[in-house]
C-alpha cells in the first residue's frame, strides 16, 4: 500500500514553488507515492498546484495580523474552523507525513498534523522564519532552510528546493532550441533581464536605457518587462537582437539562452540562477527588511554575481560597470562556476529523502 504525503504551503510562489518541486522529487523517490496539497481559499495555489497536476485541498486562511485589531481578536476561532477541516483531510488521506513551506494554510495543518500524531516537517525559505514556521518547528521531525536562520533550533540548510526541469537542466544541449524560440541569434553573448512574475519597473528602464550601448557591444537581450508594465524596447534588424516579453513561461529555454543574468533577488530566483551555473547581477528591492540582499549574499560571496542598489542600476551603470563583466568571456565562466559551486540544485531530493525517513510506513 502506498503512502500519502500532505504538503502545505501557499500565499506566493516563493511557498508554492518549493513545495511543488518537493512533491516531484517525492513522486521520483518513491513510485506510486500518493500526494496532497493543502492551501488556502482563494490562494495563488488554487491556480498553480492543480495547473502542475496535484490534487489540492483546501481550508479557511488564517493570515496573522500583525498588530492589534479585530482581526487579531477572530483568530482563534478561525484557526479552530481551519484546523478541524485540515485535520478531516489527514484523516480521509491517512497521511504519513505533513510537510509545510508556510502560508496561510500551514499552521492548521501543523496544528492537525499533532493532533492525529502526524510527523511534522517544516521548510523555510526566507531568512526570517514566519509565523507558521515558527510554530511548526517546535515540534516537527525536521526543520530545514534554504540559509542559516537564527532562532530555528536543529535546523538543516539545504538550500531552496526548485523544480527539476531547472536543477537538472543541461543548458548546453538546449541552446539552439532556446535562442530559436526567443528569436534570438547566435554568437551573441546573451543577458537575460528578469524582474520575476510582475517585473521590476527598475530593471526595465535601466535596460531599456542601455539597449543601444550593449547592441554596439555585441551583447544581445532577453528582457520579460511584465505583464503589467509597458516598454518601448528596440527592434534591431541585425546584429545582437533585443526581445521583449512579458512574461517568459519556459524559465528552462531562457536560462539556456542566458550568459548572465540581471534580476531581482527573491529566494527562487537566487536559487534557480545559482542551480544552473548563471552569474547574475542582483538588485534588491529597496524596500522591506533588507531580506532580498541576504538572499543573494552567499552567492556573491563566493564570486557568483555582483550586488547593485536598487538606485545604484541606471543605464550608466550597466554601459560603465557591466558591459567590462559582459565582454569578457573568462570573468563570465569563472563567475559561472562559482555560482554554480554556491547554489543548492540537490535541495528537492534531500528534502524530499528527509520526508521519507520520518513519514509513518
Known amino acids: 500500500m502506498s503512502r500519502h504525503i500532505v504538503l502545505t504551503g501557499g500565499g506566493t510562489a516563493g511557498h508554492i514553488e518549493p513545495m511543488l518541486a518537493t512533491a516531484t522529487a517525492l513522486q521520483l523517490r518513491e513510485p506510486g507515492i500518493e500526494i496532497t496539497c493543502i492551501g488556502a481559499i482563494g490562494g495563488l495555489e488554487t491556480t498553480l498546484v492543480p495547473a502542475r497536476g496535484f490534487k489540492l485541498e483546501v481550508v ?5 495580523p500583525r498588530k492589534p485589531s479585530l482581526d487579531l481578536a477572530k483568530l ?10 485540515a485535520r478531516k483531510i489527514l484523516t480521509k488521506v491517512d497521511a504519513a507525513a505533513v510537510v509545510g513551506f508556510g502560508g496561510y494554510a500551514a499552521l492548521p495543518a501543523y496544528l492537525a498534523a499533532r493532533t492525529r500524531g502526524v510527523p511534522v516537517v517544516v521548510h523555510e525559505a526566507n531568512s526570517t522564519a514566519g509565523m507558521a514556521n515558527k510554530v511548526g518547528a517546535r515540534w516537527a521531525k525536521v526543520v530545514a532552510t534554504a540559509m542559516p536562520i537564527p532562532g530555528l533550533r536543529g535546523a538543516q540548510v539545504i538550500g531552496m528546493p526548485i523544480r527539476d526541469t531547472i536543477s537538472k537542466i543541461d543548458r548546453q544541449a ?24 510582475q517585473g521590476a519597473r527598475t530593471l526595465n528602464t535601466a535596460i531599456v536605457g542601455a539597449a543601444q550601448v550593449l547592441h554596439d557591444a555585441g551583447i544581445q537581450v532577453l528582457h520579460s518587462y511584465g505583464k503589467k508594465n509597458d516598454v518601448s ?116 531530493d534531500r528534502l524530499a529523502e528527509m520526508v521519507l525517513e520520518v513519514a509513518r510506513p
Open 60 to 64: 479557511p486562511a488564517v493570515p496573522f
Open 76 to 85: 482563534p476561532p478561525r484557526l479552530v474552523t481551519a484546523t478541524m477541516a
Open 174 to 197: 538546449l541552446r539552439a532550441e532556446a535562442l530559436t524560440h526567443f528569436g534570438l541569434r547566435p554568437d551573441f553573448t546573451t543577458l537575460l533581464v528578469y524582474g520575476g512574475s
Open 233 to 348: 524596447a528596440p527592434v534591431y534588424a541585425d546584429g545582437p537582437a533585443y526581445t521583449a516579453v512579458p512574461y517568459i513561461d519556459r524559465m528552462d529555454l531562457a536560462y539556456a539562452a542566458a550568459d548572465f543574468v540581471l534580476c531581482r533577488c527573491g529566494m527562487g530566483t537566487v536559487a534557480e540562477v545559482s542551480a544552473v551555473g548563471l552569474p547574475a547581477c542582483y538588485v534588491p528591492l529597496p524596500h522591506g527588511n533588507g531580506e532580498q540582499r541576504k538572499n543573494a549574499a552567499p552567492v556573491v560571496a563566493a564570486g557568483g554575481g555582483l550586488l547593485v542598489e536598487d538606485d545604484r542600476l541606471t543605464a550608466d551603470y550597466l554601459a560603465a560597470q557591466l558591459l567590462s563583466i559582459l565582454r569578457d568571456p573568462a570573468k563570465i565562466a569563472a563567475m559561472s562556476a562559482n555560482a554554480t559551486g554556491a547554489g543548492h540544485g540537490e535541495a528537492a
